[in-house]
């Protein structure tokens, strides 16, 4: 299945300079995963921006700055190593860069709703929670708005809400006033990998009862 939703140019172009924001990078990386056709463009962004370097001045560095860079390389965590029971079947086809941020047992699922579970993932954000969301086949999440930018990024499975279907790879971008209500596949379950900047708003009459458990957390 093709990708048919990608970041806007101005993101890539973020992305490739690392201006992004940890839980923005992450899910710019996991759609790049998932589309050759933005990873082409990535490469042509940093390509770029090599050739730049190269045009620029000479910036003069510390005596010890290579000992300090090589000294850190032993800080950088291997990659998990799960146990079999450890993950799912559809959790363990998500791409490496997502399940090296999960917990060593896997994923932490919370409930949100029948059809929705929950589980955070930290990456040292300070503004923006990223979070994996996992929608049972055949489920439908809550309808609602959105109080701040929401990024989600379908990692596996699809759903599909009033403007369309979303399948692996796909790049949506949802902002106050896009009001939806998604519906996983009634094959599979859905897992999408979602930056939050503010907790959703549920619409209709359950709203009172689930609202206080679509809280952000940023980590």
């Known amino acids: 299945m093709l990708v048919t939703k990608h970041p806007k140019s101005e993101l890539l172009i973020d992305y490739a300079s690392g201006a992004l924001s940890p839980a923005i990078c992450v899910s710019v990386s996991s759609h790049l995963h998932f589309c050759a056709s933005c990873r082409d463009k990535n490469e042509e962004l940093a390509g770029l921006g090599g050739s730049l370097l190269e045009t620029s001045a000479p910036f003069k560095l510390s005596a010890n700055a290579l000992d300090n860079v090589l000294g850190r ?27 090296n941020l999960m917990p060593a047992d896997g994923p932490k699922w919370k409930f949100l709703s029948p059809a929705l579970r929950v589980a955070r993932l930290a990456v040292g954000e300070n503004k923006y929670e990223l979070a994996l969301h996992k929608i049972k086949a055949g489920g439908k999440t809550p309808a609602h708005d959105h109080n701040g930018l929401e990024i989600t990024v379908v990692l596996q499975g699809s759903f599909s809400d009033a403007d369309g279907i979303y399948h692996e790879g796909d790049f949506i971008v949802r902002e106050p006033g896009d009001v939806h209500r998604p519906t996983a596949s009634q094959n599979n379950p859905c897992i999408c990998l979602s930056a939050s900047e503010s907790p959703i708003k549920l619409v209709g009459t359950i709203k009172r009862l689930l609202n206080p458990l679509f809280s952000v957390t940023p980590q």
């Open 73 to 99: 390389l032993d800080e950088i965590e291997p990659p998990r190593l799960f146990t079999q029971k450890a993950l799912a079947e559809d959790e363990a086809r998500l791409p490496e860069l997502v399940k």
